[in-house]
């Protein structure tokens, strides 16, 4: 059973920093397509950045440039490094897996909240 366990949300203020991690287990970690998503109270889930098993990122343009996210295939974490952070970043954020020869199966983490808030 794919399990993916996220780390790293809190509260934070404004111009802060945080690094969420995601650690996946019982997958070929480097032969799936790693994502960050995130909610916010009465929105849609929405992608914030992927990264392929060969380190192709995408990013969400709310975030470029503020936002990181990296890979550790030996560890089999996913990172989000989130600097200058904003008050519309408050959402869960949720991490993501799908293989990289079936992108429409998806797996999800249980959540983890980030508040920016001063």
């Known amino acids: 059973q794919v399990q993916l366990v996220e780390s790293g949300g809190g509260l934070v203020q404004p111009g802060g920093s945080l690094r969420l991690s995601c650690v996946a287990s019982?997958?070929?970690?480097?032969?799936?397509?790693m994502g960050w998503y995130r909610q916010a109270p009465g929105k849609q889930r929405e992608l914030v950045a992927s990264?392929?098993?060969?380190?192709?990122?995408n990013y969400a343009s709310s975030v470029k440039g503020r936002f990181t996210i990296s890979r550790d295939n030996a560890k089999n974490t996913v990172y989000l490094q989130m600097n200058s952070l904003k008050p519309e970043d408050t959402a869960v954020y949720y991490c993501?897996?799908?293989?990289?020869?079936?992108?429409?199966?998806?797996?999800w983490g249980q959540g983890t909240q980030v508040t920016v808030s001063s």
């Open positions: 019982n997958i070929i970690f480097g032969r799936y397509i």
């Open positions: 990264m392929s098993s060969g380190s192709t990122t």
């Open positions: 993501n897996a799908k293989p990289a020869w079936v992108t429409s199966i998806n797996y």
